[in-house]
């Protein structure tokens, strides 16, 4: 078996995920009672209504803790991977797993990428739209007919692009979109105009935050979003990072990059099952675990490690 972790990314986020966890395993609860920035993230994950959790600067850095508290039971219980890789701030759980920083440096990483992300949405007026075509192509031309303001900024799976923006470019690439012959289009609850140059600022305040720490070495591959693979020779966990923030996240080609290294089964850590979802629709030959709660959990060890 080869195996790859899949970390959620925003959107993923449930009321009281991660009680579960905190309840029966006392080796996890120092994660979900540390205070990144002053986050009570306990409260947050297990007692805040979905809309508060659903803050930028209140999601990235609860999803985390949720990553972090299930990597570290599942190499407890000696499930380890030979590659990761995350959905936007999925990807910071990724490189904790694969040793870059540890569970603190994560959290107080998407505590500082949430809060920058927010300040970069404020005073725009933005949109996301899933659209849902299987040429991606017709998605592109619709975007760079439009007039400025929109841009792809996930290519989630086949048949499946996110674009984003001010919100009157969004609808008006998205009214081109369906012309053209895309199937549908879904609107989508975010808190900004993620993955597009809106974020800029954002991209600034990352590097210079990532200045102030060391990373280590990566245990084994993760596959970036920026490029869809592995780190470039002369390549920057920092480089890819900042750039992710502002860049279209390309997690087909992550996933497409994963299926041809030997990948034949993922984990997806993080509430829901939404990556489990885009693996089948790409690379279906892979099979899929997700893990949101403790039964899932003792499910995916009883599996693997047959305990």
């Given at each position: 078996m080869s195996l790859a972790f899949l970390y959620a990314g925003q959107g993923s986020q449930r009321a009281g995920m991660g009680r579960d966890f905190f309840g029966e395993y006392p080796e996890?609860?120092?994660?979900?009672?540390?205070?990144?920035?002053?986050?009570?993230?306990?409260t947050l994950c297990f007692d805040a209504d979905l809309a508060e959790l659903s803050r930028t600067e209140h999601t990235q850095p609860a999803m985390?803790?949720?990553?972090?508290?299930?990597?570290?039971?599942?190499?407890?219980a000696g499930i380890t991977p030979q590659y990761a890789a995350g959905l936007s701030l999925g990807e910071y759980g990724a490189?904790?797993?694969?040793?870059?920083?540890?569970?603190?440096?994560?959290?107080?990483?998407?505590a500082f990428r949430g809060r920058a992300m927010a300040d970069a949405s404020r005073g725009v007026d933005f949109g996301m739209s899933a659209v849902i075509c299987d040429d991606a192509s017709v998605t592109e031309r619709a975007v760079a007919e439009t007039a400025g303001g929109v841009w792809c900024c996930n290519y989630n799976c086949p048949g499946q692009i996110?674009?984003?923006?001010?919100?009157?470019?969004?609808?008006?690439?998205?009214?081109?979109?369906?012309e053209y012959g895309a199937r549908r289009a879904l609107p989508l609850n975010v808190g900004g105009p993620f993955h597009t140059p809106f974020m800029n600022p954002a991209a600034v305040a990352?590097?210079?935050?990532?200045?102030?720490?060391?990373?280590?070495?990566?245990?084994?591959?993760?596959v970036f979003n920026v490029t869809g693979g592995v780190l470039a020779p002369g390549g920057t966990v920092r480089g890819n990072?900042?750039?992710?923030?502002?860049?279209?996240?390309?997690f087909e080609t992550c996933l497409r990059t994963l299926a041809a290294s030997g990948v034949d089964t993922v984990i997806e850590i993080g509430p829901g099952k939404t990556l489990s979802g885009f693996v089948r629709k790409t690379a279906p030959e892979i099979k899929t675990y997700a893990i949101d709660g403790t039964e899932d959990f003792r499910a995916v060890v009883r599996d693997l490690k047959g305990g």
């Amino acid at each position: 078996m080869s195996l790859a972790f899949l970390y959620a990314g925003q959107g993923s986020q449930r009321a009281g995920m991660g009680r579960d966890f905190f309840g029966e395993y006392p080796e996890v609860r120092d994660i979900f009672g540390y205070a990144p920035g002053g986050l009570d993230l306990g409260t947050l994950c297990f007692d805040a209504d979905l809309a508060e959790l659903s803050r930028t600067e209140h999601t990235q850095p609860a999803m985390g803790a949720f990553a972090a508290a299930v990597t570290r039971l599942l190499y407890g219980a000696g499930i380890t991977p030979q590659y990761a890789a995350g959905l936007s701030l999925g990807e910071y759980g990724a490189l904790h797993a694969a040793g870059v920083f540890g569970a603190e440096t994560l959290l107080d990483l998407l505590a500082f990428r949430g809060r920058a992300m927010a300040d970069a949405s404020r005073g725009v007026d933005f949109g996301m739209s899933a659209v849902i075509c299987d040429d991606a192509s017709v998605t592109e031309r619709a975007v760079a007919e439009t007039a400025g303001g929109v841009w792809c900024c996930n290519y989630n799976c086949p048949g499946q692009i996110v674009i984003g923006g001010e919100s009157a470019a969004v609808a008006e690439a998205t009214k081109l979109a369906l012309e053209y012959g895309a199937r549908r289009a879904l609107p989508l609850n975010v808190g900004g105009p993620f993955h597009t140059p809106f974020m800029n600022p954002a991209a600034v305040a990352l590097s210079d935050f990532f200045a102030k720490l060391d990373f280590a070495e990566m245990k084994f591959p993760v596959v970036f979003n920026v490029t869809g693979g592995v780190l470039a020779p002369g390549g920057t966990v920092r480089g890819n990072l900042t750039e992710q923030v502002r860049s279209p996240v390309r997690f087909e080609t992550c996933l497409r990059t994963l299926a041809a290294s030997g990948v034949d089964t993922v984990i997806e850590i993080g509430p829901g099952k939404t990556l489990s979802g885009f693996v089948r629709k790409t690379a279906p030959e892979i099979k899929t675990y997700a893990i949101d709660g403790t039964e899932d959990f003792r499910a995916v060890v009883r599996d693997l490690k047959g305990g």
